[in-house]
């Protein structure tokens, strides 16, 4: 039997390493995979709707009037994202990059930072209340609304993020301590690489080296066998080369 068998649950999430995290009015719940040990997160705001986790392990918490709060640190510390006020009603974080958060009175919002500043993602939108956000294996965004179901293309809009041609974004989030990721695209078929450089410029490790076709990729760095430093993230591409710096920490 779970430990939390008398609490009122509200949302639960099973994390990437099969540990879960559960809210209800009393706050954030971090659990092991066993549901046996639990430890409380109880910020100033408490009534969570839902939760998502994002590609890096960010954990992002919908509230009950208070929008939408983030921690990379398994709870022990809370940022707050700009929707304060917000009853959220539903998160979508198709990775670490972009989110997307549904509201009881303003519609659904869209965030390309990782959940710190949003924008209203409304064009279309026929209700501005919205009770929930569900992401389609099409590369739809779906929202349950008082007035029906609406779809939006939403990984079209992803596809401008990105500078066309060869591009390597920083990465998100920066500094790192479990994952990264970085957006990458390449205007044309070809070979590309991707590699880890230590600050001496040794290498550390060779992400992926495959043909790929034009377009737009994200890819996720695992950060947690490497030491606390300085790094930089090396991508080549048919005689062309980027890169960009990070710090790992702990």
């Not at 022990?76 to 979508?92: I, K, M, Q």
């Not at 501005?128 to 809009?157: I, M, N, W």
Request: charged share 20%; net charge negative; proline share 4%.
């Amino acid at each position: 039997m779970s430990s939390l068998e008398t609490v009122n649950i509200e949302a639960i999430i099973e994390r990437q390493d099969g540990s879960l995290v559960v809210g209800d009015e009393e706050g954030v719940f971090f659990g092991s995979a066993d549901m046996m040990q639990w430890r409380l997160s109880r910020p100033s705001w408490w009534a969570v709707m839902t939760l998502a986790e994002n590609g890096s392990g960010r954990i992002l918490a919908g509230t009950l009037g208070d929008g939408v709060y983030l921690t990379d640190d398994d709870g022990f510390s809370w940022e707050a994202g700009d929707l304060e006020g917000s009853w959220v009603t539903g998160l979508v974080v198709p990775d670490a990059v972009y989110c997307y958060a549904s509201t009881r009175e303003n519609g659904v919002f869209e965030s390309r930072d990782g959940g710190v500043t949003w924008s209203p993602y409304n064009s279309g939108l026929f209700s501005h209340e919205v009770y929930d956000l569900y992401p389609g294996g099409d590369g739809h965004l779906y929202a349950a609304t008082g007035e029906g179901v609406a779809r939006t293309s939403y990984r079209v809009l992803m596809n401008d993020y990105l500078t066309p041609g060869f591009t390597l974004e920083l990465n998100v989030p920066n500094p790192v301590r479990n994952g990264t990721v970085f957006g990458w695209s390449v205007p044309r078929e070809g070979h590309a690489r991707m590699v880890l450089h230590d600050v001496l410029g040794r290498r550390v490790r060779v992400e992926f080296d495959r043909r790929v076709s034009a377009g737009l990729y994200w890819h996720t760095v695992d950060a947690t066998g490497l030491i606390p430093g300085t790094y930089f993230c090396v991508l080549t591409f048919e005689g062309e080369m980027l890169d960009r710096k990070f710090q790992v920490v702990r």
